[in-house]
């Protein structure tokens, strides 16, 4: 009888740790080179970290040089040679038409394109011939300090903003994960309480967020730099909520000690698992969030790991070995971002490489 009650509590705890283990409900597609778009560059652009956009009106993706301050406008094609700029805009400096230094782009169409400045607070709309059509500043009066992140989508008449947390801000909004601003109205709301175990969290560096417009629950969606929960504003009831992610491939860093030295902010950096981005991809109602894994020590390559959610936001697929950043968009094809490691040492292209997943029977 012993024997049998050993048995049996030994089988519950294998199940236990069965059911506690993630099963992916997608696939993800093996990449070859037609899952590839290369777009050649000349040598003022850089190849990494161009701000960018895709319009679907136009299908053209759009991408901003900080060198020469210019727009490039690719059109969007799937095929084996490089993709040459259509257009090249050269931003004004001065006059009327001027725009300061772009870290963030919406783009809509070419009589629409939305510019954000981070120092300004500032969001620029322009058209394509750099006329300068209207110009917006984001945050309230006596909140210029107020940290934005460098990331703006524009749905309707209101501009999406996440925040970067700061605890050590003087803002008394220092602690609110989004900023909606009302083209219309011109007024701001500052919305989503930061959690109160991430307050305070990395409070030297600030708690970076990513965000994405989450169209058929009009809602928007927050990931924070760290930790596997989402949150989420729903526009129409005007509520939010705290989505709990588990895995079982990441954990939560550890508080960090604001008096460390550099060689320590290293190794926190580097050791701990962060988040980079979140993408919704519209065609297949699926959200996507991009992580880089931490290491045991500095002399080791980071990896990636990306994961998906349902149209209710249920996390159903974690992939790992691959993540990317701020350079993602998607058409009825899949979903396309920036590939830094491909060809890496060619300075003439940027690589878009195609994530497709396939929901498994």
Not at 18 to 36: G, I, T
């Amino acid at each position: 009888m012993h024997k049998l009650l050993k048995f049996i509590l030994f089988v519950l705890a294998f199940s236990c740790a069965r059911e506690a283990e993630f099963e992916n409900k997608y696939s993800l597609e093996s990449v070859n080179s037609e899952d590839y778009v290369l777009l050649g560059i000349d040598q003022e652009t850089p190849r990494f970290n161009n701000p960018s956009s895709f319009s679907s009106i136009e299908t053209e993706i759009l991408f901003y040089n900080k060198i020469n301050h210019s727009l490039y406008f690719y059109p969007f094609k799937i095929q084996s040679e490089k993709i040459l700029p259509s257009l090249k805009l050269n931003l004004s400096t001065e006059g009327e038409n001027r725009v300061p230094e772009v870290n963030a782009i919406n783009y809509h169409s070419r009589d629409s394109v939305f510019l954000f400045n981070s120092i300004s607070k500032n969001l620029y709309l322009i058209n394509s011939d750099g006329d300068l059509i209207d110009t917006f500043n984001v945050v309230s009066e006596g909140e210029i300090g107020f940290p934005i992140y460098p990331e703006v989508e524009v749905i309707g008449d209101l501009a999406f903003f996440p925040t970067v947390g700061y605890a050590k801000s003087d803002t008394k909004l220092k602690n609110k994960s989004l900023l909606i601003y009302n083209l219309k109205t011109k007024n701001s709301s500052y919305l989503l309480d930061m959690p109160a175990d991430f307050q305070g969290y990395y409070a030297d560096r600030g708690l970076f967020k990513e965000g994405a417009y989450v169209s058929h629950l009009n809602s928007y969606v927050i990931c924070l730099s760290m930790g596997g929960d989402l949150l989420v504003y729903n526009l129409e009831e005007k509520s939010s909520k705290r989505i709990k992610v588990e895995s079982n491939i990441y954990t939560d860093p550890e508080t960090f000690n604001p008096d460390a030295d550099l060689e320590k902010r290293r190794e926190y950096a580097k050791e701990n698992s962060w988040h980079d981005a979140i993408f919704y991809d519209p065609n297949t109602k699926l959200t996507v969030r991009s992580s880089t894994l931490g290491v045991n020590s500095l002399e080791d390559i980071n990896s990636g790991l990306i994961e998906i959610f349902d149209d209710n936001l249920v996390k159903v697929g974690e992939f790992e070995g691959i993540n990317f950043f701020k350079e993602v968009f998607s058409t009825e094809d899949g979903i396309y971002f920036a590939d830094w490691s491909f060809d890496k040492e060619n300075e003439n292209i940027i690589a878009y490489r195609k994530l497709k997943f396939n929901k498994l029977n």
